[in-house]
């Protein structure tokens, strides 16, 4: 998939979480609000990469979403059919075949073409996904004491996690699951220790048929925990059932090539007994400066630009900021001055765009950009990652 995608894809998806979080709430206009851009976000998707392999997933994720209006519209009008308020327990006897198409919107199977190339620096990252993915899916027989099948990666937002996760199951040429455990628990989304049961199942199945490894990612994996000050009893159990799985794939699950990566922004939320079936817990950090100049080349190479550019000066400034955010001043710089394009256009009454220059980008318009920026991820933050490294990393 193109960046251009995949970012697309995370707007579409962080809408989704929010709607989700915001309809298990219950509060019932945001979450209409968010599917709804959620909806026109896949829309957008699926409108501008027609060819994209996962267009059938996201039409199903907006049928989905447009039902559930429905259902939070008809509500309004008959409080009594409201399922859906903050403490509704999760149904243990849920219809199972609504479960599994359910499961099947929250998830996507694929095989991913992010190239490993494509995520720019973590090198230490990548050789110790190496070491505890690819090597072993390659030459299981090698490892003799076996190898982990639990991994944690921790860290600020935006700075690859995902990426890294999908770029593994394309190097090894396996299927990528790519669950977001803020949907699972979801409460409207059906019974959500049944759906964990399910997801590990469909794991197990498709690298036992297939013969091919499977990668299963689980984002936001500290909200299938809860707080465990106010743990309900649903939450409880959903927590054991997937402890109980990860048993399963670390013990029983031996000969089969399932690996699950964790991903989380808030490790301090996770306790002992998940940690324990995580043996390797790898932080991603904030993009050093010799990366965020990669980072920078990368999208530089993109733009139309003048001599001003530079992209070692760009990195110099931006200390502190998230690889995601250096796509998103690239971006914004481009928005700018094709805005100017139009506009420009647009002035002169010229509909049909010719005798109109795109402008080239220049070093102000980065400088400008950036002011009105401020990083995604705040010191006091990084402080906490590196705190909880001192604990608990196990690289
Ligand atoms: N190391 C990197 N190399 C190249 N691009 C990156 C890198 N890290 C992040 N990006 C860009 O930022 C976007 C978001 O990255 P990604 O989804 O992997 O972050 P994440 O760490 O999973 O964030 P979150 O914690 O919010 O889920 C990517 O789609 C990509 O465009
Ligand atoms: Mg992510």
């Known amino acids: ?114 190239n490993w190339k494509e995520v720019i620096g973590l090198e230490e990252v990548k050789t110790a996904l190496r070491e505890s993915i690819v090597y072993p899916a390659k030459k299981p027989e090698l490892f003799t004491l076996g190898w982990p099948r639990g991994i944690l990666l921790y860290g600020p937002p935006g700075c690859g996690k995902t990426m890294l996760a999908a770029a593994t199951a394309s190097e090894i040429n396996g299927y990528f699951i790519n669950v977001d455990a803020a949907s699972m628990m979801s409460k409207w989304l059906g019974d959500a220790e049944k759906n964990v049961s399910q997801l590990f199942h469909m794991a197990r199945d498709s690298s036992k048929k297939e013969n091919v490894p499977v990668i299963m990612l689980i984002d936001e994996v500290d909200s299938l925990l ?82 001003s550019v530079d992209a070692s000066q760009l990195a110099q400034l931006i200390d502190g900021y998230s690889a995601s955010d250096i796509r998103d001043i690239c971006q914004s710089v481009q928005l700018s001055v094709i805005d100017e394009f139009f506009s420009l256009a647009e002035s002169r009454g010229n509909k049909d765009l010719t005798h109109v220059q795109l402008r080239d980008v220049t070093m102000d318009d980065f400088k400008k950009t950036i002011k009105k920026r401020r990083p995604s991820v705040n010191p006091g933050m990084i402080q906490e990652y590196s705190n909880w490294t001192k604990d608990f990393s196990a690289a």
């Open 226 to 307: 809860g707080n465990s000050q106010n743990e309900n009893g649903g939450e409880i159990r959903v927590k054991n059932q997937f402890l109980t799985e990860m048993d399963g794939v670390n013990d029983k699950g031996k000969n089969l090539q399932t690996y699950v990566i964790a991903a989380t922004n808030k490790p301090w939320k996770l306790d002992w007994a998940f940690l324990r079936r995580f043996s390797k817990r790898i932080y991603i950090p904030l993009p050093s400066l010799e990366t965020r100049e990669s980072l920078f080349l990368s999208y530089l190479s993109k733009l139309k630009k003048d001599s």
């Open 1 to 114: 998939m193109s960046s251009a995608a995949l970012a697309l894809e995370g707007v579409a998806g962080k809408f989704a979480a929010e709607a989700i979080s915001q309809d298990s709430q219950g509060d019932r206009n945001a979450a209409i609000t968010s599917y709804q851009r959620a909806i026109d976000a896949l829309i957008k998707l699926i409108q501008l990469f027609p060819d994209n392999t996962l267009n059938a997933v996201y039409e199903q994720h907006c049928k989905q979403y447009k039902k559930r209006i429905t259902e939070l519209q008809l509500s309004f009008d008959n409080p009594q059919n409201d399922n859906n308020h903050a403490n509704a327990s999760i149904h243990a006897n849920s219809n199972q075949t609504t479960s599994n198409s359910n499961l099947e919107n929250m998830i996507m199977k694929e095989k991913p073409n992010v």
